[in-house]
């Protein structure tokens, strides 16, 4: 963690007696993605710091949508005291989502969009996100050039950042796309490098640039030309995972930007939520502000990577 991660983290926290046990089912998209194991990480540092003894069950969903809905109708069916659901497109979990707020068991998301029957989505801007990453990268290319345009729909954060890249687009009629590629989330990585592969072997040295939704697919698509022998092609995350910072910060680089999201913020603020609303017995209304929270995520560059490391 950053020190910026540690002062939301240390701000967040609210010490006293140990909270009595409480039965919460975490509902995770994919265990595998660092964004997940971020947020669980600052959920599990509240925990620590505050003594709360609460029962966690962690459902690996593996990117399945059915498998979310499935693991939020099986807690439901436990009759646990809440449900955190993190990083998922929860457009097939309306039924699950419905059953649990019918049953009185509060449910709480991370970047997963809004959806009736829960109680909030905490999330970052992903419209905002990409509004500051992609004319930057195209910017950075003196408007000009040829690039890979990595997306990903089955998730919704993805999907608009990916929206928002090709309205950019529209204004920039000197870049064009070589390829275009939707990313399989439940092989993120290999898919990404397979893809990549394909690219590099098809265009080569014509690639002047690489658009990626998020930060590992970034990092597999510089492994691949990194390994190919290319080394002038500008590429962009977003996420602001440590990794990916310090790739940004590297002399010689091709990761130019991220955007730094402050995933332990969220994992705390949601601990913080089920605290007073669930232990403390505190109305909703009174605790959450709107049905979607947004925290800050800043463009990291080369000029101003060191501040985030």
Not at 30 to 40: G, I, M, T
Not at 226 to 237: R, S
Request: hydrophobic share 45%.
């Amino acid at each position: 963690m950053n020190k910026h991660t540690f002062a939301v983290i240390a701000a967040a926290l609210t010490i006293g007696a140990p909270a009595l046990a409480q039965d919460i089912a975490w509902v995770q998209s994919s265990a595998a993605s660092q964004s997940e194991q971020r947020v669980k990480a600052g959920f599990e540092a509240w925990l620590a710091e505050s003594g709360s003894d609460w029962n966690i069950s962690y459902l690996d969903s593996q990117g399945s949508g059915d498998a979310i809905a499935s693991n939020i109708q099986n807690a439901t069916a436990r009759g646990v005291d809440a449900i955190v659901v993190t990083m998922a497109d929860l457009r097939a979990s309306t039924a699950a989502i419905s059953e649990a707020a019918a049953a009185g068991i509060p449910i709480f998301s991370v970047d997963s969009g809004y959806v009736e029957g829960a109680l909030v989505d905490i999330t970052t801007n992903n419209w905002a996100m990409s509004a500051s990453v992609s004319p930057y990268l195209l910017d950075q290319l003196g408007g000009q050039g040829d690039i890979i345009f990595l997306r990903m729909a089955s998730h919704h954060g993805t999907r608009k950042r990916s929206d928002v890249m090709e309205d950019v687009l529209r204004e920039y009629g000197d870049i064009n796309v070589l390829a275009m590629h939707d990313i399989d989330i439940t092989a993120f990585f290999e898919d990404t490098t397979n893809q990549m592969q394909d690219y590099v072997a098809r265009f080569g040295d014509d690639i002047d640039a690489v658009w990626a939704p998020w930060d590992e697919p970034a990092q597999a698509a510089i492994n691949v030309m990194t390994a190919a022998g290319l080394t002038d092609v500008k590429v962009i995350g977003i996420d602001g995972h440590p990794q990916a910072i310090a790739e940004v910060c590297m002399e010689g680089s091709m990761m130019i930007a991220t955007v730094s999201q402050p995933f332990e913020g969220m994992g705390v603020q949601v601990a913080g939520w089920i605290s007073d609303i669930v232990v403390d017995g505190k109305d909703a209304a009174s605790v959450i502000p709107s049905d979607t929270v947004y925290m800050d995520a800043p463009l990291v560059t080369k000029e101003n990577c060191a501040d985030f490391m």
